[in-house]
C-alpha cells in the first residue's frame, strides 16, 4: 500500500507540474515529453508481456505497472510546444498542423489508461486482456499518424 500512496502522490505533483511545465530551452521540452513516452512505454510492456502469455501474470505488479501508466498518461503532452516543431525528433510534420486531432488521441489514451487502471486493480488477467488492447490501440492510432519510425 505505500507504494501506491507514493504514486499518487508522485501523480499528484507531476500532473500540477506539467499542467504548468515551462521550459527552458525548446529541446528541454523535446527531452521531456520523450522521456514521459519512454518509461511509460516501459510499464506499458510489462502489462503487455502479461496480457500476451509472455510472462506470468502478477497482479500486484499489474496493479503497480497500470499506475505508473495511469500517472504518465498525463504528462508528455506539455512538450509539444510551438517551439520545438523545428527540432530533430520522431515527430512526424503532420503533428503540428493537426493538434486537435492530437489533443483527441492524448484524450483516448488517458481515458484508457483509466480503464487499464481499474482492470488491474480487479486482479483479473481477463480484465487487463481486455482493457490493454483498447489502451494498445489508442498507441498505435497516434504512432501511425504522428510518429516517424
Do not use: I
Not at 521531456?32 to 518509461?39: D, E, L
Not at 497500470?66 to 503532452?77: G, H
Request: charged share 25%.
Amino acid at each position: 500500500m505505500k507504494v501506491r500512496h507514493a504514486l499518487m502522490l508522485a501523480a499528484a505533483m507531476l500532473s500540477a507540474g506539467a499542467a504548468q511545465a515551462q521550459f527552458q530551452k525548446p529541446e528541454d521540452a523535446v527531452k521531456y515529453r520523450q522521456s514521459a513516452f519512454s518509461v511509460m512505454g516501459t510499464h506499458f510492456a510489462r502489462l503487455g508481456a502479461m496480457a500476451n502469455g509472455k510472462v506470468p501474470f502478477d497482479a500486484k505488479k499489474a496493479q503497480e505497472d497500470a499506475a505508473v501508466v495511469l500517472m504518465l498518461s498525463r504528462l508528455p503532452w506539455a512538450g509539444f510546444t510551438p517551439d520545438t516543431q523545428q527540432l530533430e525528433s520522431k515527430a512526424k510534420p503532420a503533428l503540428w498542423s493537426e493538434m486537435d486531432k492530437v489533443k483527441g488521441g492524448a484524450d483516448k489514451l488517458m481515458t484508457a489508461a483509466v480503464a487499464l487502471d481499474a482492470a488491474a486493480k480487479t486482479g483479473s488477467l481477463d480484465a487487463v486482456k481486455k482493457t490493454f488492447g483498447d489502451a494498445a490501440a489508442s498507441c498505435k492510432a497516434c504512432h501511425d499518424a504522428y510518429k516517424s519510425k
